[in-house]
């Protein structure tokens, strides 16, 4: 089902005029409204008449990360406290949390956008959504709250973790749509299978994963562990939370609610925008949000856009699966690399779990990356001639894929931490 066909099959002249109308409201109400952005815009001597049309886009300054942290808490918001309903954050890894707040409205558009991305995935009204991704600052559990009741079905809103509570519930409620992070949803596999219980005894059907990346293989690994549909669902916090990008069920990359949210992809280097349908850093205007707008949001994320014609019959533009993002790469030996190419090594030999942790130390001037693996309990043998064989298999796999040599040290199943939200994979000890 299309949730609001107008606009998901609008033609490219329609999208244009409204991303345009948009875009020029929003530009003005933010250079009144907010110093920060004022100042900025000043800076590169842009009025709001300059901008006229969705072309104009790139005359506009970025926004970054730190300018949210800069303007901590609540610098970034645009309309009065007394407007704001309700504020997330989040985490990071350093200082601050960045806050993001929503008026009436912005919860409402927040809602409309999840639900598109529901139908997307496959999602009707008798579903049964168990969402497990975290409630609470976290936009994840409370975005896909509001969506799936905006959709009409029924929401277990479980939260994060308490995985043993998870299968009961999903066995004694009929849950058909599981909502929870891809690495979750490994974990919950491999729960289920200590339990004895198959995934043929359970109702699930669909998966709307997301918050961190996922390969392809992944995919595949969970589809066929839980005998569902995985889908991908895209967005962060700074933008609206989930429910900016969603696939839909022909799995070919996710549809951008570009009514809401315009994309752009830059080169991050010379931040110039790339080639139509080239690799780059994906950059975000909000052109509807009223509590915190924001222009030109630098995502981080690597991506490319698609406008081939989708096959659900959908218009809306959209992206491939995000694989790395622009500080997850790491530069190891002078060598780009991104811990999912590790994934997608792992997952396509039949001994080893998708599991791993890879950590970098430096010795001397040399970077040395030790890379935990684990291996399925099968193949988990005394013999220390067959273990060795597969860690040297796994050893030049790796090596072939990267470029660069790694030590693996192959570990039982269960030893690497699983957690309920996003995944940890990387433990970078260099002081660079
Ligand atoms: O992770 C929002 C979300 C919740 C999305 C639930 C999907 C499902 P943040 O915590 O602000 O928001 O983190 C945003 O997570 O810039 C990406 O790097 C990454 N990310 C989110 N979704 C995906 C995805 C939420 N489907 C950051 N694939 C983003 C790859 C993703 N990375």
């Not at 080639?275 to 630098?298: A, D, N, Q, W």
């Amino acid at each position: 089902m299309i949730w609001n066909e107008k606009i998901e099959c609008a033609s490219r002249d329609e999208m244009d005029a409204i991303q345009s109308e948009r875009l020029i409201q929003t530009v003005k109400r933010i250079y009144h409204s907010n110093e920060s952005y004022r100042k900025k815009m000043q800076e590169k001597g842009l009025v709001p008449g300059d901008i006229n049309s969705i072309r104009d886009i790139s005359k506009l300054p970025f926004t970054i990360k730190s300018d949210l942290r800069d303007n901590y808490p609540f610098g970034m918001f645009t309309t009065p406290m007394s407007e704001i309903v309700r504020v997330h954050a989040s985490s990071g890894t350093t200082g601050k949390p960045t806050v993001v707040g929503y008026t009436r409205n912005d919860l409402q558009m927040w809602a409309e956008v999840v639900t598109r991305s529901l139908a997307m995935a496959g999602v009707h009204k008798n579903d049964i959504v168990q969402v497990a991704y975290g409630y609470g600052l976290f936009t994840g559990g409370l975005g896909l709250h509001y969506g799936t009741e905006n959709l009409g079905a029924t929401v277990i809103p479980i939260s994060g973790g308490n995985t043993d509570k998870q299968i009961l519930l999903m066995q004694d409620f009929g849950t058909s749509v599981i909502a929870c992070t891809p690495s979750y949803a490994l974990y919950l596999a491999e729960v289920m299978k200590e339990m004895g219980i198959t995934p043929e005894s359970l109702n699930l059907r669909i998966g709307i994963f997301g918050a961190e990346p996922w390969s392809e293989n992944m995919r595949k690994e969970i589809e066929t562990k839980l005998k569902i549909k995985a889908i991908d669902i895209y967005g962060l916090s700074e933008v609206i939370g989930p429910g900016v990008s969603c696939e839909c069920e022909y799995q070919c990359g996710m549809h951008v609610m570009e009514d809401h949210f315009i994309p752009e992809i830059i080169n991050p280097e010379t931040l110039e925008p790339v080639e139509h349908g080239e690799m780059g850093e994906l950059v975000f205007s909000t052109v509807t949000k009223e509590g915190m707008p924001i222009l030109r949001y630098r995502t981080r994320d690597l991506t490319r856009l698609i406008y081939d014609k989708c096959e659900c019959g959908r218009t809306l533009v959209r992206m491939e699966k995000c694989l790395g993002r622009t500080d997850d790469m790491l530069i190891i030996r002078g060598v780009n690399v991104f811990p999912s190419q590790i994934e997608t090594v792992l997952l396509e030999m039949s001994e080893t779990e998708p599991h791993y942790l890879l950590i970098i130390d430096r010795e001397e001037t040399l970077d040395v990356v030790n890379l935990m693996v684990e291996v399925q309990e099968q193949f988990f043998s005394d013999e220390i001639k067959q273990l060795e064989t597969l860690r040297k298999k796994i050893t030049d796999r790796i090596q072939s894929t990267l470029g660069i040599s790694i030590r693996v040290k192959l570990v039982e199943p269960k030893t690497i931490e699983r957690t309920a939200g996003k995944a940890k994979r990387v433990i970078d000890n260099r002081k660079i």
